[in-house]
C-alpha cells in the first residue's frame, strides 16, 4: 500500500522554541493532507487539512498562528509548532487520503512524539 | 458539530471470547472506516463501509454499516492475543472533503 513518511518520529525541544514536523507521501502525490494530534490513552483529534498550494484550513479550537502548515509540494506537508509549551507535547500525525478504486484510504506516517521541556 | 460516538472505552476479555465495539453518529455518514492501532504505533486502516446495509469479513472481523448510515460496529470472533489494541471508527460525512472523524476508540485486553 501507500507510504506516508513523518520526521522526526520523536524530538524534545525546549519551552518557546518552535519544532518543525514533515509528513511526506513516498509513492502517491497528496494534493491534501491532514494533521491530528493525540494526548496519551486518547482519541486522534483532527488538527487541521494542509492543502497544496493554498491555506491549511484548521479545526474549531486550533490557533493557526501557534500551528503553521504548509503543503508546498504534491508530496510535502510541514507543520510547525511555534513557541512550544509542554501542554503543547503529544503525539503528532499525519496522514493523506489515496483516493478512487472505490476505497477512500486514509494512510498514516508514523507519528511524531513531541515533549515539551 | 460532526462527532462519532464509540463504546466501549475498554474490553477485557479472555483469550477466546468475541469483542463488539460499536460506533454511532446523530448524522447520515458518507462512510465510516475501522482503524487498528497498536501501542505506541500509529493506526492502521482495516476496512471502509459504504453502503447502507454493508456487512464486510476480514478473517475473525465482520464489519456492519447500519441501514441508516448512522451506526457501525466491529466484532471479533474467538479473540486472539494477537487482537490486542485500540479500535477506531472514523467517520467521513457528507461535504467533509475526506475529513475523517474518529471516535474515541475501545481498548481491547486479551488475556491468555
Known amino acids: 500500500g501507500a507510504v506516508v513518511s513523518q520526521h522526526p518520529s520523536w524530538v524534545i525541544c525546549k519551552s518557546g522554541t518552535s519544532v518543525k514536523i514533515e509528513c511526506r507521501s513516498l509513492d502517491f502525490q497528496a494534493t491534501t493532507m491532514f494533521w491530528y494530534r493525540q494526548f496519551p490513552k486518547q482519541s486522534l483529534m483532527l488538527m487541521a487539512t494542509?492543502?497544496?498550494?493554498?491555506?491549511?484550513?484548521?479545526e474549531q479550537g486550533v490557533e493557526k498562528d501557534k500551528f503553521l502548515i504548509n503543503h508546498a509540494s504534491l508530496t510535502l506537508s510541514t507543520l510547525t509548532v511555534t513557541s512550544a509549551h509542554p501542554e503543547d507535547s503529544s503525539f503528532y500525525i499525519c496522514?493523506?487520503?489515496?483516493?478512487?478504486?472505490?476505497?477512500?484510504?486514509?494512510?498514516f506516517g508514523p507519528g511524531t512524539r513531541l515533549t515539551v521541556l | 458539530g460532526q462527532q462519532v460516538m464509540q463504546i466501549p472505552q475498554y474490553q477485557h476479555v479472555q483469550e477466546g471470547e468475541d469483542f463488539t465495539t460499536y460506533c454511532n453518529s446523530s448524522t447520515t455518514l458518507s462512510n465510516i472506516q475501522w482503524y487498528k492501532q497498536r501501542p505506541g504505533g500509529h493506526p492502521v486502516f482495516l476496512i471502509q463501509l459504504v453502503k447502507s446495509g454493508e456487512v464486510k469479513k476480514q478473517k475473525r472481523l465482520t464489519f456492519q454499516f447500519g441501514e441508516a448510515k448512522k451506526n457501525s460496529s466491529l466484532h471479533i470472533t474467538a479473540t486472539q492475543t494477537t487482537d490486542v489494541g485500540t479500535y477506531f471508527c472514523a467517520a467521513m460525512f457528507s461535504g467533509g472533503y475526506n475529513k475523517l472523524i474518529f471516535g474515541a476508540g475501545t481498548r481491547l485486553a486479551v488475556h491468555p
Open positions: 494542509s492543502n497544496e498550494g493554498s491555506k491549511a484550513t484548521y
Open positions: 496522514s493523506a487520503p489515496v483516493l478512487g478504486g472505490g476505497t477512500d484510504t486514509q494512510y
